[in-house]
Nanobody, 124 residues
């Protein structure tokens, strides 16, 4: 079992920035890719950014050029630097992890474990 703890959310004005953190613990042997998801009210959870253990990254089109994902393997922590925030970025942000060489799946329902998430609210 893996435990995921997200932090760093808050209330920010449009155009502002936030940095989210997520630390994984527990049975994380062979942990590979890490990713950030978000869920806005009334919408499906979506994958917004992912990073492999080697540092390759992928982003949803809606956040490209504004968000940057990074990781610290020694701390089992993934970060999401969010710049130029927009009201449509308002959501609860969650992280998750994969094992071995698997890539993060956009099918969020495939994951059994989730953290509590961190709320990001962007005011206009």
């Amino acid at each position: 079992q893996v435990q995921l703890v997200e932090s760093g959310g808050g209330l920010v004005q449009a155009g502002g920035s936030l940095r989210l953190s997520c630390t994984a613990s527990g049975n994380i042997f062979n942990m590979g890719a890490m990713g950030w998801y978000r869920q806005a009210p009334g919408k499906q959870r979506e994958l917004v950014a992912a990073i492999t253990s080697g540092g390759s990254t992928n982003y949803a089109d809606s956040v490209k050029g504004r968000f940057t994902i990074s990781r610290d393997n020694a701390k089992s922590t993934v970060y999401l630097q969010m710049n130029s925030l927009k009201p449509e970025d308002t959501a609860v942000y969650y992280c998750n992890v994969e094992w071995g060489e698997a890539t993060m799946s956009p099918s969020w329902w495939e994951y059994d474990y989730w953290g509590q998430g961190t709320q990001v609210t962007v005011s206009s």
